[in-house]
């Protein structure tokens, strides 16, 4: 990540005692229950660019921290209209509640990108550094929802 074009780019419109310092968000749904139902979860995961990638690659390694669990409801009881909203509306609904989910985890990121924060790098040294998100790392299904596209759509057309 520290060689990208978007890094130094992103660096130039900072003075010189601000590091940039990437944010990566990552997150898949996954099943919560066996032989009990079929609830989901989506985990929500960062990890900073200044991580080397051979070291983040690697689970053992613990790169990524967990910053949220979010619900994934299904909405069954819910009574809508008529048949088209029953079928339509529970996934809406659904990718509603992610994005105002997201809006809440990331809200202090979001202070952080415009703020300076004090962070201690590596060596011990003590930084100002501005988080930028850098990357949402998805499945086709997360980056249509992240996009707010329908699921069969293409994100990079």
């Known amino acids: 990540m520290?060689?990208?074009d978007w890094w130094a780019e992103m660096q130039g419109y900072y003075p010189e005692d601000i590091t940039i310092n990437p944010m990566l968000?990552?997150?898949d749904v996954t099943h919560v229950t066996n032989f009990s139902g079929d609830g989901k979860m989506h985990p929500i995961f960062?990890?900073?660019g200044h991580i080397d990638k051979d070291i983040r690659n690697q689970p053992s390694k613990r790169a990524f921290m967990?910053?949220?669990l979010?619900?994934?409801?299904k909405f069954a009881k819910t009574k809508f209209a008529n048949k088209t909203q029953a079928r339509d509306m529970p996934g809406r609904l659904r990718e509603r509640l992610y994005h105002l989910c997201l809006t809440i985890v990331?809200?202090?990121a979001f202070t952080a990108a415009?703020?300076?924060v004090y962070m201690a790098d590596c060596d011990g040294n003590v930084r100002k550094e501005i988080i930028l998100p850098a990357a949402l790392i998805h499945d086709m299904q997360e980056r249509n929802i992240s996009a707010c596209l329908n699921a069969a759509w293409c994100t990079f057309c």
């Open 25 to 27: 968000v990552t997150g």
């Open 46 to 48: 960062v990890s900073s």
């Open 70 to 73: 979010l619900p994934v409801p």
């Open 114 to 116: 415009r703020v300076p």
């Open 106 to 108: 990331f809200q202090t």
């Open 2 to 4: 520290c060689t990208a």
């Open 66 to 68: 967990i910053v949220a």
